[in-house]
């Protein structure tokens, strides 16, 4: 770490220099305006002016690419934050057909994105998410609430053999991507530029890790749910060949895992260390709920046996991925005074 003498330029005015090689890497010269973001446990972060001019742009040579990876890299310009992304033909007269589909199939699952020009040989899109219209707990909460939503419609079609319940949780699957993949956006923008961290709702930039490992597991769990709701649909009958009081003790577990998934964003959106002990003490109980389960269950043929396990270990990992949001929110709970444990940071002496 570098150090800095403060020097004393008047009564009440305290200074200090910047680094020459920073200066020069952001073309800081005398007389330009530099941005100050005031932190918490003492920090001060430095911003030069070019680094928030909002208007970065991304341009993809389409040429040597096929459809997905060009979709993969204009997704990839989206979530680290470029404001308009133009795809070209490069050394191609026009754009193949399916680079134009790539770049509309982008569009369609990205929120925020738009064209605002097309040409033969040039696509662009751009940009209008504002990170001060999002909070990132309000979107973790989103997601986690699209993940139940999707797991209650699958369960739900399995109890009643209802084809469109399940196909209601398979399109919420591509909602559950937006959000994830905005989460992503706003995460990037804020660890690059810290002074975004207050407009997603942040008053540090110490939790944007941890939140992008919230946001993943809660993706994960959304394919789970998916992966159940493919199950419904593809089933016969869109059920599965259980009994009455199995069904009912299938939904039981969907609550029990709705509850620790729950609680365990909770926990991480308020930094409540007494929750986290709630969700681990419901984790506890998951292994013998499944072998309740299985114990009570008739003898089936492999393939309804297997639809039956299938369904299990969706919720089963629905459940681990909410306890390792659990043991996050327990290291942000207890970056701070909370409970039995007090900070006392030598920082700050």
């Known amino acids: 770490m570098e150090t800095r003498k403060v020097q004393q330029l008047g009564p009440s005015t305290l200074a200090m220099t910047l680094p020459a090689e920073w200066a020069r ?50 997704v990839a310009q989206y979530v680290l934050g470029r404001r308009v992304i133009a795809v070209e033909s490069g050394d191609r007269a026009t754009l193949d057909g399916e680079h134009i589909s790539a770049v509309y199939n982008a569009e369609a699952q990205l929120m925020g994105l738009g064209v605002i020009e097309e040409t033969p040989d040039r696509i662009s899109i751009r940009c209008s998410v504002d990170p001060a219209d999002f909070s990132l707990t309000n979107l973790l909460e989103r997601l986690e609430s699209t993940g139940r939503t999707m797991r209650s419609e699958a369960i739900d079609a399995l109890s009643q053999g209802n084809r469109e319940l399940a196909d209601r949780a398979l399109n919420r699957e591509r909602q559950a991507n937006k959000i994830f993949v905005l989460l992503l956006r706003l995460i990037f923008s804020a660890h690059r530029d810290p002074t975004l961290a207050r407009a997603v709702g942040l008053t540090e930039s110490f939790p944007l890790i941890a939140y992008r490992s919230l946001a993943k597991n809660l993706e994960l769990t959304a394919d789970s749910a998916e992966d159940i709701a493919t199950i419904a649909r593809d089933a016969d009958g869109h059920t599965l060949a259980v009994s009455d009081s199995t069904m009912k003790q299938i939904r039981a577990f969907n609550d029990h895992v709705d509850k620790i998934s729950e609680q365990a964003i909770q926990a991480a959106v308020e930094r409540d260390h007494g929750v986290t002990t709630d969700v681990r003490e419901r984790f506890q109980a998951i292994d013998d709920q499944v072998q309740d389960i299985f114990d009570g269950l008739e003898e089936l043929p492999n393939d309804d046996l297997l639809q039956v396990r299938e369904v299990l270990v969706a919720l089963q990992q629905t459940a681990d991925f909410g306890v390792r949001n659990a043991e996050i929110a327990t290291n942000l709970a207890l970056d701070r005074d909370a409970g039995p444990v007090q900070i006392d940071d030598a920082a700050n002496e």
């Open 25 to 74: 890497t952001y073309d800081v010269e005398k007389g330009d305006e530099v941005s100050l973001r005031i932190g918490d446990q003492g920090s001060i972060t430095v911003l030069p002016g070019s680094i928030d001019s909002g208007e970065s742009t991304a341009t993809i040579d389409a040429s040597d690419l096929d459809a997905d990876t060009l979709e993969r890299a204009i």
